[in-house]
């Protein structure tokens, strides 16, 4: 297929799935309305539900026509292949002690996710100005004994900073090629802001990604991810023998249910239910083709009571999860901590769910959808988040083309025309997203489905010593 057939089925895609959420909210507005009779509402959902399925198996016969999906499989197969070379190129340098080096730590004071993505930028950092990425990671709060007790190391041949003098990233910049050893910051606090920083991807990769690939930039943060929890073998071993204790099987959908200490702090509380329509939705779906299919749900939480709760609430579903191992078993003393286990248990195996539904405002989610992506040819539409749109921390300004005008509104609605830049501030799953207008600086909403992504490609070493 070529970039504009892509372009143009994604497009509808995007278009129909905006449709359902605006029907969705509107019909329910209508329905708190006491004038209308909630029969006839009911029979109009059923009767558009019938349509939209429809749809739905429609899009998804044009997608896979041709072979189209074993193509795209290829495809990121083949692209994430080579990505992972340029990573094992840059990572054993011939000579460490004349290599030019990136430092990084694993002190940033946060949760795994939050330090993984962390070390993912100062690797993509490393790729972009062509270094070697020393990570220092002794006292680690995860495994104190250092990231190679679980994890393989980034380097066979250069683990060592040496004894070079250090620059900070912020002084080095302007002319790095002189520094041999540059320090990054944590994000937060980097400064000159490089343009290679997500959601940009490299150029080179760019314009094959974005014919296969729905979103390139979490394909690309997937493949940085990648490279980085490559886990060791007895690690590996240990998480494939949770996954058969457990009995985790493919067809599944995967909800990450992120409570405890982010609620009101950094998220919103959601009920189990808010989760459960969205996977209720994907088996309804399927059903269609798969008749009487288990419905499955590998279900990861902070929080110990979803688990009963779900089994009491939901019991024509059979939930999956590692919660039980864990306690039984107690702490592994591979990890010196036993939450390490506990998290790379569950972000493996969201990853290899059919489908996500979760809150992308947790890294913990984030980081396996992002490892999703180097699973499949195109796995961008699998998930649904129940607040944030996919982001990565730390990154650049995200901004949408827009496609078609709209007029703005005394209730919230900005002003849109065709060629204007608005920065996607999120989605709120109405039909509507929030975002300002660079031309005018007004913020507010406007309707998801006259906007586009825009794939940022900037400029990165090509790698030519690294065999295609
Ligand atoms: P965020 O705070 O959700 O954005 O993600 P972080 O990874 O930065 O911090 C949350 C931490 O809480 C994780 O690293 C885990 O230690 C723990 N955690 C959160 N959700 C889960 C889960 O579903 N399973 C397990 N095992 N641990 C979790």
Sequence with gaps: PSLAAEQARRKVEKTVRELWFFLSSQLSKIGNQAAVPHVKLEKLKTDLEGYRRTIHDDLEKLRSVDDADEWRERKSEELGNLVQRRFEYIQNPSDCSSAKKIVCNLHKG???????????????????????????SKGWRYAPKGWETVFEPLSRTCTERGTTLKTFWGSAHRDIEKHQVIEMPIVDSL?????????????????????????????????????????????EQDVQDAGKKMGFRNVIVGIHIRRTDKINLEAAFHSLEEYMTHVEDF???????????????????????????????YENYV????????????????????????????IHYLSRCDFLVCTFSSQVC?????????????ASGRFHSLDDIFYYGGQN????HVLEAHPGSSSGLIQIKPGDSVGIAGNHWDGFSKGTNHRTGMSGLFPSY????????VSMPTYPEVPL
């Design 319 to 346: 939930f999956i999860s590692d919660n039980s191992i864990s306690r039984s078993a107690g702490l592994n003393t591979r990890y010196s901590d036993g939450s390490l286990r506990g998290v790379i248990i569950d």
């Design 110 to 136: 946060c949760g795994f996710g939050c330090q993984l993505h962390h070390v993912t930028y100062c690797l993509i950092t490393a790729y972009a100005l062509k270094r070697t990425l020393i990570l220092e």
């Design 366 to 378: 984030r980081v396996a959808y992002e490892l999703m992506q180097t699973l499949h040819g195109d």
């Design 450 to 457: 006259k906007a586009e992504d825009t794939v940022v490609k």
């Design 283 to 313: 088996y309804n779906q399927m059903e269609r083709k798969k008749p009487g299919i288990t419905r499955r749900v590998y279900l990861a939480s902070d929080d110990s009571s979803v688990l009963e709760e779900a089994k009491m609430k």
């Design 397 to 400: 300004g995200h901004n949408l």
């Design 191 to 235: 400064h000159p802001r490089p343009e290679f920083m997500p959601l940009a991807v490299p150029q080179d990769l760019g314009a094959q990604l974005e014919i296969f690939h729905g979103d390139p930039s979490v394909w690309w943060i997937g493949q940085v991810v990648r490279y980085l929890m490559r886990l060791r073998p007895e690690i």
